[in-house]
């Protein structure tokens, strides 16, 4: 019996398991997959939880809904992968051998690394919405917070889902307005990028969003502490940003175990061949997904791009083929923007988000770096998608390449 | 895109002052870019500039962060060698593409 094991039972790492058990003969092929933990969060959800859209029941169930029959499921964390060796040991001691890895492992924010962070405003000032309990705490204080300061800020890149801090603060705009005290809030957005997005026809449309909805934008804002005391942010060149309520986006990392398994970089991403997904290291590791550190979003549109062209290698590989698919960067994320409506980009490596229409050219329904209320229904229709499709390695009606079919090429230098 | 001859040398720029093809850099250049955003390099500035290339043709993707790791400068140090946005900035002098911090 030859053996696939998969590291991390998330977006990325269930969409292979999907995909590979059909493909790999069953009498040939064990496949097997670990994860540390039981439950499944629809991430992209804990945005809405702060402001009563969703709550804790909408985004999460059971890994377990998702996995195929026919994949032995290890419910246990990781000690260390021995690349060299060809296998993987347990917390609990125990040994798994393989043939072929594959590291879905994801990035998850570490409050650590920013001083003050942890300290004693965390979740009564200070709060993350990229955790469940983060998101749910949020939520609780919205209800009976009067109003000040809002400031959301992102510490570092890159980070999970880089659209979510315009979403949030957008959609603060909107909840306030509808409560009735949005002159008594003052919203911000800090962010160390040079601007709301970084690219620049994506970042002009953006801020021009903010701009609408009275919210300031402090670009080039690179975090260095936070003050308990002041309640401010301070930065590296020594400014400050002073808060009431600080939302902010710690430092996000990839899996300890990485660093254990001497395979990450300094913010423990692994380095990987960003066309085949193969690691740079050993030629029988592939990964997927945030954990990889190719030069694109951590975003589950990415995963969902990359897992096509990571079945098609993997099976070259396995055949002793050459990597023939190359994956393209393809992102393609809603941006809600309140109010009922949302934006939409869609991009890769080498193109930037640029206006038009998707998937159909000239027709959409969704229009790119357009604020409509279809884009916002895409978005509320996309967790149906993702848990029913998705996950389930179904196929979409959307090419995993990127095309410039629908996008407005005279936009572009 | 535009041409531009710094320090006696063609090369070509996009519309944010950065260099199209980082192989056309040179010290000479890095100089005169640098004195443009107001800057004297020192050593210490060219050590700094030497890891974004190198880091850069590797392929992998820069961090002030990751700079602060590197063991020539801390994050402060880093500031103060290049004030306002230090890898915009230094970037631009070390003639490679600005940060696109992969959004």
Same mark, same amino acid.
């Given at each position: 019996m030859k053996r696939l094991l998969i590291i991390g039972g998330g977006t990325a790492g269930t969409m292979m398991a999907n995909k590979l058990r059909k493909a790999l003969d069953k009498n040939e092929w064990e496949i097997t997959i670990v994860d540390k933990h039981k439950t499944h969060y629809y991430?992209?959800? &804990?945005? &809405?939880i702060p402001f009563g859209i969703y709550s804790k029941d909408d985004v999460q169930k059971p890994k377990s809904d998702f996995f195929p029959t026919g994949v032995k499921v290890i419910y246990s964390d990781v000690d260390k992968i021995d690349g060299e060796n060809n296998k993987v040991l347990l917390q609990g001691g125990q040994v798994l051998k393989y043939d072929f890895l594959i590291i879905a492992s994801g990035a998850k924010t570490n409050i650590d690394e920013t001083p003050g962070l942890n300290g004693k405003l965390w979740k009564k000032s200070i709060f993350d919405f990229y955790t469940i309990e983060g998101a749910v705490a949020l939520s609780n204080f919205f209800k009976t917070w009067e109003g000040g300061k809002l400031v959301m800020a992102i510490s570092e890149i890159p980070f999970k889902c880089p659209v979510a801090p315009i979403e949030f603060i957008c959609l603060a705009d909107a909840y306030f307005t509808k409560k009735g005290i949005r002159d008594k809030v003052e919203l911000s957005l800090v962010t160390p990028m040079s601007g709301a997005f970084t690219k620049p026809i994506a970042t002009k449309m953006l801020s021009e969003l903010l701009s609408e909805k009275n919210i300031k934008v402090i670009p080039d804002f690179y975090i260095e502490r936070i003050d308990n005391e002041n309640k401010t942010l301070v930065s590296y060149d020594e400014m400050e940003v002073p808060f009431d309520v600080l939302t902010i986006v710690p430092v996000n990392t990839g899996d300890e175990m990485i660093a254990r398994s001497g395979l990450g970089d300094d913010m423990n991403f692994i380095p990987t061949?960003?066309?085949?997904?193969?690691?740079d290291k050993f030629e029988n590791i592939f990964v997927i997904g945030d954990a990889a550190n190719i030069p694109t979003s951590k975003a589950g549109s990415v995963a969902h791009f990359a897992a096509d062209v990571l079945y098609e290698n993997l099976l070259n590989a396995i055949e002793g083929r050459p990597l023939t698919a190359k994956f393209d960067g393809h992102a393609n994320c809603y941006i809600e923007t309140g109010f009922g409506k949302g934006a939409l980009i869609d991009f890769n490596y080498e193109t930037e988000p640029l206006p038009g229409t998707y998937p159909l050219p000239g027709i959409g329904p969704f229009g790119l770096l357009k604020n409509t209320k279809m884009n916002h229904y895409g978005k509320i229709l996309f967790r149906w998608i993702y848990w029913h499709i998705l996950l389930k390695g179904k196929e979409l009606p959307i090419e995993a390449e990127m095309t410039m079919a629908g996008k407005k090429k005279e936009y572009l230098q | 895109m535009e041409e531009k001859t710094i320090a006696n040398q063609n090369v070509k720029l996009t519309?944010?002052?950065?260099?199209?093809?980082?192989?056309?850099?040179n010290k000479e250049i890095a100089i005169e870019i640098a004195k443009e955003e107001g800057i004297d390099l020192s050593d210490l500035h060219f050590e700094v500039l030497e890891f974004l290339r190198k880091t850069h043709e590797s392929g992998n993707t820069l961090t002030i962060r990751k700079v602060g790791k590197s063991?020539?400068?801390?994050i402060k140090g880093l500031y103060k060698l290049f004030p306002g946005g230090p890898l915009k900035y230094s970037s631009k002098i070390a003639g490679i593409p600005k940060p696109s911090s992969c959004v």
């Open positions: 991430q992209p959800g &804990f945005l &809405f061949n960003m066309h085949t997904l193969q690691s | 519309s944010e002052g950065y260099l199209v093809d980082p192989s056309q850099w063991g020539i400068v801390d």
